[in-house]
């Protein structure tokens, strides 16, 4: 949602990006020293994405 209020609605945020020596995606909203910790509690990093049912995390690769 945050990224549709700053850019719009667009296939994939602009500031999600690959990050290629961790071997997975980064987020510059929620990296943004000024805004960062806001932005990671709106977008609720840290909470759930290693929940054992969500069965994507097996299948992490780049997608272009």
Do not use: F
Not at 12 to 26: I, Q
Not at 40 to 63: K, T, Y
């Amino acid at each position: 949602m945050e990224s549709h209020i700053l850019y719009g609605y667009q296939k994939r945020c602009p500031d999600l990006y690959w990050d290629e020596t961790a071997g997975h995606y980064r987020c510059r909203l929620a990296e943004d020293p000024a805004k960062g910790e806001r932005m990671r509690a709106l977008l609720g990093i840290g909470h759930g994405c290693c929940a054992p049912l969500n069965g994507w995390r097996g299948d992490v690769r780049r997608r272009d």
